[in-house]
């Protein structure tokens, strides 16, 4: 079984940063895509950003160039730098891995962390 624990959420004004982190606990992390989505009450949960085991990285346009995804194999940890954050970036942001190297939709989710960007 796969556990992953966020970290970093919180309060942050409009155009400030944060950093969420996720702790990923089980020895198949390397060989897994690992990914970050967000929810707001009331819409679906969107993926905002992954990352594929050999580092490949794709986003959604709304992040490009704000947001960086990045894994640490040897940590089993995988951070979201959030720059330039909006109050449109408010949300519950939750990480995720995929079991295989390069997958588009999760197995294993988080608990999720909240994101409030103050305007």
């Known amino acids: 079984q796969v556990q992953l624990v966020e970290s970093g959420g919180g309060l942050v004004q409009a155009g400030g940063s944060l950093r969420l982190s996720c702790a990923a606990s089980?020895?198949?992390?390397?060989?897994?895509?690992m990914f970050w989505y967000r929810q707001t009450p009331g819409k679906q949960r969107e993926r905002v950003a992954f990352?594929?085991?050999?580092?490949?990285?794709v986003y959604v346009d709304s992040v490009k160039g704000r947001f960086t995804i990045s894994r640490d194999n040897a940590k089993n940890t995988v951070n979201l730098q959030m720059n330039t954050l909006k109050p449109e970036d408010t949300a519950v942001y939750y990480c995720?891995?995929?079991?295989?190297?390069?997958?588009?939709?999760?197995?294993?989710w988080g608990q999720g962390t909240q994101v409030t960007v103050s305007s």
């Open positions: 089980g020895s198949v992390f390397s060989a897994n895509t």
């Open positions: 990352i594929t085991s050999s580092g490949t990285t």
């Open positions: 995720a891995l995929g079991l295989g190297r390069w997958v588009v939709s999760p197995d294993y």
